[in-house]
């Protein structure tokens, strides 16, 4: 700008994606789901295994996927020890919309 001699009180900053000029903003939300189950031999189908029931949260969120919300799987995290059923196991997720009543159905599904 200075080599044009522009003075400017306002710019638009685009995303290197080129989704071009928008006039709404997504909302990012974050969440980390804790799911507890039962420390327990691996063999022992009679417990719940936590890491089990994310994935499947996992996949249930995928599929509440949108035209205009996003949802996105960041990552799993529990006990790394083979040969047991971990104690609880947390799923991050992240769901970017325009549509807040959007979350609050997501949620109430994942209950």
């Given amino acids: 700008m200075d080599t044009y001699k522009i003075k400017a009180n306002r710019c638009i900053v ?12 997504r909302g990012c939300f974050d969440f980390i789901l804790t799911v ?15 890491v089990e029931l994310c994935a ?11 035209e205009e919300t996003s949802i996105s799987v960041c990552f799993f995290d529990s006990e790394k020890t083979f040969n047991v059923i971990p ?11 325009y549509d807040c009543l959007a979350i609050e159905e997501i949620i109430r599904k994942l209950q």
């Avoid at 995303?15 to 071009?20: A, D, F, I, L």
Wanted: hydrophobic share 30%.
């Fill in 87 to 97: 104690r609880k196991c947390r799923l991050g997720f992240e769901i970017r919309t």
């Fill in 14 to 25: 685009g995303e290197p994606t080129n989704v071009g000029v928008a006039s709404k903003c």
């Fill in 36 to 50: 507890y189950g039962c420390n327990a031999h691996i063999t022992d189908s009679t417990v719940i295994n936590p």
């Fill in 56 to 66: 499947k949260l996992s996949l249930l969120l995928k599929s509440e996927q949108k």
